[in-house]
């Protein structure tokens, strides 16, 4: 419902511990500040949060909470414990966000500004090597801390 929506947005607003940032240059210099660990985790925030509150059942959101490790985070992926919820797209998530970063740098490096580099790369070197920098298990524990979060807020009224 719409008050419970809302108040899952209280909640997690509270949990999150930076502040927003409105302006896209000001986000942009704290992504490229930001560890590569980091940058994953907080992408997997996002994405988890986008889909607990829109798109996931009480079934899946429940099972993801369930998932998440309460001490530390395991290989979770790696091992194969943990699936990810129909409803979620983890693959097309991640490749998009790669494809963003490709098309970013491309962005920011104009021409005459474009870094100098011996070697002649093609698209396809170019996503091969962003998708290798890829944090897997970075970007899942933030999706499964704030589908956690998300549980933990609206569970109670469930019961």
């Given amino acids: ?19 927003p940032v409105a302006d896209p240059a000001i986000q942009e210099v704290i992504r490229r ?36 490790p309460s001490e530390g985070m395991i290989n979770l992926l790696r091992y194969e414990i943990f699936q990810w919820p129909a409803s979620f797209d983890a693959e097309q998530t991640i490749k998009t966000a790669v494809s963003n970063d490709l098309n970013e740098a491309s962005f920011f490096f104009a021409d005459d500004a474009q870094p100098a580099t011996d070697e002649t790369t093609t698209d396809g070197e170019e996503e091969k090597r962003a998708r290798a920098e890829v944090e897997d298990d970075a970007f899942l524990d933030g999706w499964l801390r704030t589908a956690t979060a998300v549980w933990e807020a609206v569970a109670p009224a469930l019961r």
């Fill in 1 to 19: 419902s719409q008050v419970c929506a809302i108040a899952i947005e209280r909640e997690l607003d509270q949990l999150e511990a930076r502040p």
């Fill in 33 to 68: 500040f930001q560890s590569n660990t980091d940058k994953w985790r907080q992408r997997g925030y996002e994405a988890g949060r986008g889909w607990a509150i829109k798109r996931s059942t009480r079934q899946e959101l429940e099972y993801a909470a369930r998932a998440a």
